[in-house]
């Protein structure tokens, strides 16, 4: 069993900064590949970046000019904890930010394959 813990959200303006991170439980923690998603009101959950479990492997949400460039996806293993740096921040960017575990990768921005999630963090962003 996997529980995470998100933090950092909060209420920016454009332009700006701000770091989110996730704590998860669990001896673990390294094997796992970790997440980010955000899900807008009445838009569905959706891919942000992932961190394969060697933390060597990172991907991006598509298309490469939504979030890659101005989001960073990093791990410590050590810390149990995953970060999801994010900067230039535009109004757009306005979500609840998850973070999610599963055991295996493929799919990896696939929501319904995660088996664990965090209770989210609201990120919000003025214009």
């Known amino acids: 069993q996997v529980q995470l813990v998100e933090s950092g959200g909060g209420l920016v303006q454009a332009g700006g900064s701000l770091r989110l991170s996730c704590a998860a439980s669990?001896?673990?923690?390294?094997?796992?590949?970790m997440a980010w998603f955000r899900q807008a009101p009445g838009q569905e959950r959706e891919f942000v970046a992932v961190?394969?479990?060697?933390?060597?492997?990172?991907?991006?949400?598509e298309p490469a000019d939504s979030v890659k460039g101005r989001f960073t996806i990093s791990r410590d293993n050590a810390r149990n904890t995953v970060y999801l740096q994010m900067s230039s921040l535009k109004p757009e960017d306005t979500a609840v930010y998850y973070c999610?575990?599963?055991?295996?990768?493929?799919?990896?921005?696939?929501?319904?394959?995660?088996?664990?999630w965090g209770q989210g963090t609201q990120v919000t962003v003025s214009s």
């Open positions: 961190s394969r479990w060697s933390g060597g492997s990172v991907y991006y949400a």
């Open positions: 999610a575990a599963r055991r295996s990768y493929n799919g990896y921005n696939l929501p319904h394959l995660y088996e664990y």
């Open positions: 669990g001896r673990t923690f390294s094997s796992y590949t």
